[in-house]
């Protein structure tokens, strides 16, 4: 049976426990009433004990009718990501093809009270910030390269990442040169199957020569992944469809983006 990551997590009393969630490691006791946690992008490997001298701990003090369970959540970033596939490519007027990319969450841990009081929101991995779009009118985005997969496996699948179907159709007249992708996932979805990640999927509709695309966010469970949970709504649950600049840049300031 697969050991379940996301959801209520015990604290022990001035006990360290750890959670890893890829190369993130999440510490957490209970001191009192009190929740401690902290964080490590260092693998802690096998060892039996743990120092608390060895982390950055923050406290929290909850009320009386809360007990030091934690629960953990998988939250897209909250900003757009800039994709790059490793492999550019083309599609010719009235040409569509469906790519998989990867892109890392954040974790939000919550006190596993009624209330689910949120205490801290930890990203998985440290990625980089750059700006998309004009200078008078871009936004600021991470930044990560992806191999664009045509088709998934289950060697893609890290309990960190969540596996992003897209569908890109060019109805344009001319070819639609595919070597930056900018995702809103502010409005995606994520589901769990058993512990594999999955976004909702994602439509991109390229109609004219503009900057913008028609861009639907579905809200349903992929094919590939029925029967799973959705276990986080979007960040900024708006209307599904909307046109965005996905393709093209006026002008961009490049970061130095993780590979994945």
Request: proline residues 6%; neutral net charge; contains cysteine.
């Amino acid at each position: 049976m697969t050991k379940q990551i996301w959801g209520e997590h015990q604290t022990s009393e001035n006990k360290i426990g750890t959670i890893k969630i890829g190369p993130l490691t999440i510490l957490h006791k209970a001191v009192a009433n009190e929740v401690w946690i902290s964080h490590s992008t260092t693998d802690t490997g096998d060892k039996e004990i743990i120092q608390d001298d060895d982390y950055n701990w923050s406290r929290w003090a909850l009320t009386g009718d809360e007990n030091t369970a934690i629960r953990l959540q998988p939250v897209f970033p909250d900003r757009p990501v800039i994709v790059l596939p490793e492999f550019p490519f083309r599609l010719v007027p009235g040409a569509d093809v469906k790519i998989y990319t990867r892109i890392p969450v954040n974790v939000m841990i919550t006190a596993a009270g009624k209330a689910r009081r949120q205490l801290t929101e930890v990203p998985s991995v440290i990625m980089a910030k750059t700006w998309f779009g004009a200078f008078t009118e871009g936004e600021a985005c991470f930044w990560l390269t992806t191999r664009a997969r045509r088709s998934v496996s289950g060697e893609v699948f890290l309990p960190h990442l969540v596996v992003c179907p897209i569908h890109i159709k060019n109805s344009s007249d001319a070819e639609l040169h595919v070597e930056k992708l900018a995702i809103r996932v502010q409005r995606m979805s994520i589901f769990n199957l058993d512990n594999k990640l999955w976004s909702d999927n994602i439509e991109i509709h390229q109609k004219g020569a503009g900057d913008h695309s028609d861009v639907h966010m579905t809200g349903k469970i992929p094919d590939e992944a029925k029967g799973a949970e959705l276990i986080a709504a979007p960040r900024t649950p708006l209307k599904k469809s909307f046109a965005e600049r996905t393709f093209k840049i006026l002008h961009d300031l490049p970061g130095m983006g993780i590979k994945l």
